[in-house]
């Protein structure tokens, strides 16, 4: 089972759902583009 830890910028979906994930990553860029560099490199390492 993943170890999801609650941090204040994780907040995206479990990597045990990668499809929303991109989905959420692209409204994201559109809504909060300054946080979407650590957010980027968390979605890079699933």
């Known amino acids: 089972m993943p170890v999801i ?7 995206l979906p479990t990597p045990d759902s990668r499809l929303p ?3 959420n990553y692209k409204v994201v860029i559109k ?3 300054a946080r979407l560099l650590s957010k980027i490199k968390k979605i ?3």
């Open 5 to 11: 830890l609650p941090t204040p910028d994780s907040r």
């Open 44 to 46: 890079g390492r699933f």
């Open 31 to 33: 809504n909060l583009p």
């Open 21 to 23: 994930i991109s989905v």
